[in-house]
């Protein structure tokens, strides 16, 4: 029934098409989110043409934190399963045998699968975007958001690993909580840390608490710890000599964000990590602005 005869109706396309769909879906993926968010707030000032000031960034991320906890919630909550997997991933004969390790764990998906995360994240991402950043007009970046956010969805369904509903039932809920959030938070990205931490919190007190729950908690409440201390001290501009210290600084945290990712260390581990390398994100221009000499 949540199919309504969309999802298979899909699978009848040429497999040769998996591999396309499947990239495209990584537009909408945690890695990419997280990588963009990333690189937007460390640029801020450098990358003048897109007009996005790193509170504006960390407000999205503020966003995307709690767009991804109501996510993980929701699935637990409903416990839906996704649709049967196929006797062989599609399109895999397409790909090149070095990359087909990564392709499989793209095109394919474990867990519950009501509501879609690929929606419900996209919608909050690219509309937090379209929000955020000052390129172009407003109705420009809202229609880019859109286009992004449908060719995901369309991108879930075409791999067989959501049904119709799944995706539509994600876009909604994602666009209901990016309303609500910049309604209470009125552009306030305090405010938007203070309210992802709260579907966070519930997530771990649903119990039974597993190891995303409490990484998705530790890096919730570490970014709002950040920006509550450090937030009205995050530099506008930096000095040219700060570029090695942040790349450095994204060096050593996205290497012990993936260690802990791969390894899965005892809750609490995870959970004080989480929060070490969201907070020392948020707070890595700050450290780069006080520790750069000021040029004579």
Not at 84 to 95: D, K, M, T
Not at 107 to 112: I, N, V
Not at 187 to 208: D, E, H, M, W
């Amino acid at each position: 029934m949540r199919g309504v005869g969309i999802t298979e109706a899909l699978q009848r396309l040429p497999d040769v098409l998996a591999p396309v769909f499947a990239l495209l879906t990584q537009l909408g993926d945690v890695w990419f989110v997280f990588l963009t968010l990333v690189v937007l707030y460390v640029a801020g000032e450098r990358l003048p043409a897109l007009g996005a000031p790193r509170e504006r960034v960390a407000f999205v991320l503020g966003l995307v934190l709690g767009g991804i906890a109501l996510t993980t919630a929701l699935k637990a909550i409903f416990g839906f399963p996704r649709p049967p997997a196929p006797a062989s991933v599609p399109g895999l004969s397409y790909v090149p045998e070095l990359l087909q390790g990564a392709y499989v764990e793209a095109a394919t998906a474990t867990g519950y699968g009501f509501p879609s995360g690929h929606a419900l994240l996209s919608t909050v991402f690219w509309g937090g975007l379209a929000s955020a950043l000052t390129v172009g007009s407003r109705r420009t970046r809202a229609t880019v958001a859109g286009v992004v956010v449908a060719v995901i969805c369309l991108a879930r369904l075409v791999l067989g690993v959501h049904y119709a509903v799944d995706v539509a039932v994600g876009v909604t809920i994602g666009l209901v909580y990016l309303g609500v959030v910049v309604g209470l938070a009125g552009g306030r990205t305090r405010a938007a840390f203070r309210i992802a931490a709260v579907p966070a919190v519930v997530c771990v007190l649903a119990g039974p608490v597993t190891f995303d729950d409490v990484l998705i908690l530790g890096g919730a409440l570490g970014a709002l710890g950040a920006w509550e201390l450090l937030g009205p001290r995050v530099p506008n501009r930096l000095p040219s000599a700060s570029v090695l210290g942040l790349a450095v600084g994204i060096a050593v945290l996205g290497g012990v964000f993936g260690a802990v990712y791969v390894l899965e260390p005892p809750l609490v581990v995870t959970g004080v990590a989480a929060a070490a390398v969201f907070g020392g994100m948020l707070s890595l221009p700050v450290v780069a602005g006080r520790f750069t000499p000021s040029p004579r």
